[in-house]
């Protein structure tokens, strides 16, 4: 399993970007999927994670009502539609892959990682 991660860039606070993750090797719809994140000097953190059915959507509290997860089985793509953007969400942005059923917060818990990508949010 190959994971892509693009869509990163510098916006302004208040902003929008929507960051993508091509996935190879395996359907995203197969097991669940995470976003997880790691700005300069801190520890890894999750973001949002979703089960392979969409039925279970696990957000950070500091994202939620901001961040959104969505998965294009077509493309086998899944997205962050990251609105109301803020300096403290500047971080590297990973997506990961865990062959697992149900989500997990827990970066440990994901086989296969992406290769990240920068998002910076000017004040």
């Known amino acids: 399993v190959q994971l892509q991660a693009s869509g990163g860039g510098l916006v302004q606070a208040g902003g929008s970007l929507r960051l993508s993750c091509a996935v190879s090797g395996r359907s995203v719809g197969s097991y669940v999927m995470g976003w997880f994140r790691q700005a300069p000097g801190k520890e890894r953190e999750f973001v949002a994670a979703f089960s392979r059915s969409t039925t279970s959507i696990y957000y950070a509290d500091s994202v939620k009502g901001r961040f959104t997860v969505s998965r294009d089985y077509a493309k086998n793509m899944v997205y962050l539609q990251m609105n109301s953007l803020k300096p403290e969400d500047t971080a590297v942005y990973y997506c990961?892959?865990?062959?697992?059923?149900?989500?997990?917060?827990?970066?440990?818990?994901?086989?296969?990682w992406g290769q990240g990508t920068q998002v910076t949010v000017s004040s």
């Open positions: 990961a892959y865990g062959r697992r059923n149900i989500p997990s917060i827990r970066g440990s818990e994901y086989d296969y």
